[in-house]
Protein backbone atom coordinates (compact mmCIF):
# COMPACT_ATOMS: atom_id res chain seq x y z
CA UNK A 1 0.00 0.00 0.00
CA UNK A 2 1.06 3.41 -0.34
CA UNK A 3 -0.26 6.74 0.95
CA UNK A 4 -0.03 9.51 -0.91
CA UNK A 5 -0.68 12.97 -0.61
CA UNK A 6 -1.07 16.31 -2.85
CA UNK A 7 -0.25 19.81 -2.36
CA UNK A 8 0.74 22.59 -4.02
CA UNK A 9 -2.60 23.83 -5.72
CA UNK A 10 -3.85 26.99 -6.04
CA UNK A 11 -5.26 30.22 -7.97
CA UNK A 12 -3.27 31.12 -10.84
CA UNK A 13 -3.74 33.28 -13.93
CA UNK A 14 -3.73 31.83 -17.52
CA UNK A 15 -0.17 30.95 -18.80
CA UNK A 16 1.00 31.35 -15.08
CA UNK A 17 2.80 28.08 -13.71
CA UNK A 18 2.33 25.92 -10.70
CA UNK A 19 4.34 22.69 -9.47
CA UNK A 20 2.11 20.24 -7.41
CA UNK A 21 3.79 17.76 -5.15
CA UNK A 22 2.90 14.14 -4.34
CA UNK A 23 4.22 13.10 -0.95
CA UNK A 24 4.07 8.85 -1.08
CA UNK A 25 4.55 6.76 2.04
CA UNK A 26 4.92 3.20 1.94
CA UNK A 27 7.92 0.83 1.04
CA UNK A 28 6.26 0.21 -2.98
CA UNK A 29 6.94 3.74 -3.99
CA UNK A 30 9.59 3.75 -5.44
CA UNK A 31 9.09 0.57 -7.61
CA UNK A 32 5.65 1.54 -8.57
CA UNK A 33 4.77 3.87 -11.79
CA UNK A 34 2.63 7.06 -10.62
CA UNK A 35 0.00 8.42 -12.53
CA UNK A 36 -1.38 12.52 -12.81
CA UNK A 37 -5.12 12.58 -13.02
CA UNK A 38 -7.61 15.67 -13.05
CA UNK A 39 -11.58 15.97 -12.75
CA UNK A 40 -13.00 18.75 -13.45
CA UNK A 41 -16.45 19.49 -12.39
CA UNK A 42 -19.45 17.09 -13.88
CA UNK A 43 -16.46 15.50 -16.03
CA UNK A 44 -15.01 11.87 -15.67
CA UNK A 45 -11.70 11.89 -14.25
CA UNK A 46 -8.83 12.54 -17.26
CA UNK A 47 -5.72 11.10 -17.27
CA UNK A 48 -2.98 13.72 -17.13
CA UNK A 49 0.41 11.77 -17.11
CA UNK A 50 2.49 8.86 -15.70
CA UNK A 51 5.85 8.39 -14.87
CA UNK A 52 7.59 4.80 -14.73
CA UNK A 53 9.21 3.76 -11.51
CA UNK A 54 12.48 4.36 -12.48
CA UNK A 55 11.94 7.92 -13.46
CA UNK A 56 13.28 6.86 -16.55
CA UNK A 57 10.32 7.04 -18.80
CA UNK A 58 6.93 9.40 -18.70
CA UNK A 59 4.12 9.47 -21.37
CA UNK A 60 1.42 12.81 -21.33
CA UNK A 61 -2.28 13.20 -22.83
CA UNK A 62 -2.43 15.27 -25.73
CA UNK A 63 -3.89 18.41 -23.94
CA UNK A 64 -0.68 18.87 -21.44
CA UNK A 65 2.09 17.69 -23.66
CA UNK A 66 4.69 19.95 -23.93
CA UNK A 67 3.14 22.18 -20.97
CA UNK A 68 3.28 19.64 -17.89
CA UNK A 69 5.92 17.42 -17.14
CA UNK A 70 6.42 15.07 -14.37
CA UNK A 71 9.59 14.16 -12.13
CA UNK A 72 9.88 12.04 -9.33
CA UNK A 73 12.59 11.51 -6.14
CA UNK A 74 12.71 8.28 -5.00
CA UNK A 75 14.93 9.31 -1.66
CA UNK A 76 11.85 11.64 -0.87
CA UNK A 77 9.05 9.20 -1.79
CA UNK A 78 7.89 12.52 -4.15
CA UNK A 79 6.60 12.40 -7.41
CA UNK A 80 5.80 16.40 -8.75
CA UNK A 81 3.88 17.85 -11.43
CA UNK A 82 5.50 20.86 -13.43
CA UNK A 83 2.24 22.59 -15.18
CA UNK A 84 3.28 25.98 -17.08
CA UNK A 85 1.08 27.82 -20.05
CA UNK A 86 -1.65 26.93 -17.91
CA UNK A 87 -5.09 27.41 -19.34
CA UNK A 88 -8.78 27.90 -17.75
CA UNK A 89 -9.51 24.81 -19.13
CA UNK A 90 -6.74 22.84 -16.95
CA UNK A 91 -9.10 24.04 -13.89
CA UNK A 92 -9.55 21.04 -12.27
CA UNK A 93 -9.03 18.81 -8.89
CA UNK A 94 -5.56 17.11 -9.35
CA UNK A 95 -4.45 14.14 -8.00
CA UNK A 96 -1.60 11.72 -8.14
CA UNK A 97 -2.57 7.37 -8.27
CA UNK A 98 0.09 4.80 -7.68
CA UNK A 99 -0.23 1.99 -9.75
CA UNK A 100 0.79 -1.06 -7.67
CA UNK A 101 -0.52 -3.58 -9.60
CA UNK A 102 2.65 -2.83 -12.53
CA UNK A 103 -0.30 -2.14 -15.61
CA UNK A 104 1.04 -2.39 -18.55
CA UNK A 105 2.74 1.27 -20.30
CA UNK A 106 1.27 3.36 -20.21
CA UNK A 107 -1.39 2.98 -17.80
CA UNK A 108 -4.03 5.87 -18.56
CA UNK A 109 -7.36 4.28 -16.92
CA UNK A 110 -7.97 5.02 -13.24
CA UNK A 111 -9.12 1.68 -13.13
CA UNK A 112 -5.13 0.82 -13.74
CA UNK A 113 -4.11 2.35 -10.13
CA UNK A 114 -4.97 1.03 -6.63
CA UNK A 115 -4.17 3.79 -4.69
CA UNK A 116 -4.95 7.66 -5.14
CA UNK A 117 -4.76 10.71 -3.08
CA UNK A 118 -7.34 13.50 -2.09
CA UNK A 119 -6.70 15.85 -4.72
CA UNK A 120 -5.80 19.23 -4.79
CA UNK A 121 -8.02 22.11 -6.33
CA UNK A 122 -5.99 23.93 -9.35
CA UNK A 123 -8.27 27.08 -10.65
CA UNK A 124 -6.84 28.97 -13.61
CA UNK A 125 -8.39 32.02 -14.42
CA UNK A 126 -8.65 33.94 -17.88
Known amino acids: QVQLVESGGGLVQAGGSLRLSCAAS????????MGWFRQAPGKEREFVGV????????YYADSVKGRFTISRDNAKNTVYLQMNSLKPEDTAVYYCAADLGGSGWPASSPNEYENWGQGTQVTVSS
Open 51 to 58: ISWSGRST
Open 26 to 33: GRTFSSSN
